[in-house]
């Protein structure tokens, strides 16, 4: 294991692991996955060898935390790969994991030399209106869990739709107002700690039509949670070659032959 494969995120988590030191369960794609763009370039195609792969991370952090990842176990059934299905069924009869609690993941970049905000990082995945219903209803805190969901479509239709952030930052802005408005305050006094449930639902169904006009099948995307984390990874490995990315590398004289691991 290098830096130079695994990235400063990476290498680092490995070296505190063997250290012993207390670490949030974690997985790695090195660079050298970035380096087969036939293995993570999807274009809407499945790749089956890089599935596996994520698949048989998932189910090491499932043993590590207790907690399911919530794969549609149907979908590798119709999509001709019950042998995975199977193989999760197994480890999670081994390991004990409680289906009934979710398990999230955050899907970030990793470059051998930092460079902040270049590169894509996807929170809270996966996250739909069934997993933000479940959440709810187990006693979380509806705002809370809404915040989250809208975190998530943010960072989604950022990463993967290439959408522009202002577009979802004007949103919130827009939503402001209204509250300034009703309350006879200025905006620049209004935050989103004052945001009410109503509220927050508006934001995420706002953040979907956002995304729908880039992606016209997000609906279909969200309820397939598996998919959505496949599409996050293509994201990450793709950011590498984003335009300002390649514009901060030159300027600070970074290889571009490195890529990023995940």
């Known amino acids: ?50 599935e596996e792969m994520v698949v048989n991370a998932i189910l090491q952090i499932e043993s590590r935390t207790g907690k399911a990842f919530p794969f549609d176990l149907n979908r590798f059934e119709k999509t001709g790969r019950p042998d995975i299905a199977k193989k999760i069924r197994k480890a999670r009869m081994q390991s004990g994991v409680d289906t009934g609690k979710i398990l999230f993941v955050s899907v970030r970049s990793g470059s051998y030399i930092s460079m902040p905000g270049m590169l894509a990082t996807i929170l809270n995945v996966p996250m ?25 479509l943010a960072n989604y239709g950022e990463a993967y739709g290439c959408i522009n952030p202002t ?40 953040y979907k039509n956002i995304i729908q006009a880039h992606l016209p099948d997000i609906n279909k995307q969200l309820d397939d949670p598996f998919d959505v984390l496949m599409n996050c990874i293509e994201a990450v490995f793709g950011s590498w070659n984003a335009a300002t990315a390649v514009k901060y590398r030159k300027y600070q004289e970074i290889s571009e032959h490195w890529g990023t691991a995940c």
């Open 167 to 206: 577009l979802f930052t004007d949103i919130i802005d827009d939503r402001k107002k209204l509250i300034a408005e009703a309350n006879s305050t200025n905006f620049e006094d209004v935050t989103i700690k004052e945001f009410s449930i109503a509220d927050y639902k508006h934001l995420i169904d706002a």
């Open 128 to 152: 739909n209106d069934d997993i933000a219903k479940r959440m709810i209803k187990s006693g979380m805190d509806p705002i809370f869990v809404l915040d989250l969901y809208r975190t998530f």
């Open 1 to 50: 294991p290098s830096p130079v494969v695994m990235g400063g995120k990476g290498f680092g988590l490995y070296k505190y692991t063997r250290l012993g030191l207390p670490v949030p369960p974690w997985a790695c794609l090195t660079a050298d996955v970035y380096h087969q763009p036939e293995l993570w370039l999807r274009g809407g195609k499945k790749r089956p060898e890089l």
